[in-house]
């Protein structure tokens, strides 16, 4: 007798055509993008403090972070407030997206293993993909492992700037 397969809810967001999804847990609110206060000598993917709330919240550029060529924000762009669990501590971050697009519910058989060859972001920070059928469109939804999106060092740069 199998186990059923246990489902994860997922946030899906565009970077053009690409679509990753982020774990609902770690989605703390979604923003309309303002520009962020910038951070002088930080990474180039950093783009600076988002004010939520009152507490200043770094903000990444996820297009840069992962090698993808910047754009300019348009009206669809969004900062999504993320707390990842990062060792001992929780670090909150904002991460810049061209578009929100929904939150899906993906089952664990759903998931396939992260490819190895023919994309252009590193996979040791992707959870894995699942194959999505949307609005006619066929594709995939890259599943971003957030634990590992940010190095040791990108996070120490974080905190620091926070």
């Known amino acids: 007798m199998s186990r059923p397969a246990s489902e994860q809810q997922f946030v899906t967001l565009s970077l053009g055509d ?56 348009g009206p669809s762009t969004r900062i999504l407030v993320l707390d990842v669990p990062l060792g001992d501590r929780v670090l909150s971050l904002g991460l810049v997206a061209d578009r929100v697009i929904e939150v899906i519910t993906v089952s664990t058989d759903q998931v396939e293993p ?19 059928e ?8 890259v599943l971003f492992e957030m634990t590992r999106l940010l190095t040791a060092q990108d996070a120490e740069t974080i905190r620091q700037a926070a």
């Open 114 to 132: 992260a490819p190895d060859i023919g994309v252009p972001w590193r996979s040791d920070y992707i959870q894995g993909v699942v194959r999505r």
């Open 18 to 73: 690409e679509v990753f999804a982020i774990p609902v847990a770690y989605v703390r609110e979604i923003l309309e993008f303002r520009a962020p206060f910038a951070i002088p000598e930080g990474p180039a993917f950093m783009l600076g403090l988002t004010d939520v709330r009152g507490q200043g919240v770094p903000t990444l550029d996820l297009r840069r972070k992962l090698g993808l060529a910047p754009v300019a924000p």
């Open 134 to 141: 949307a609005s006619g469109n066929s594709g995939f939804v």
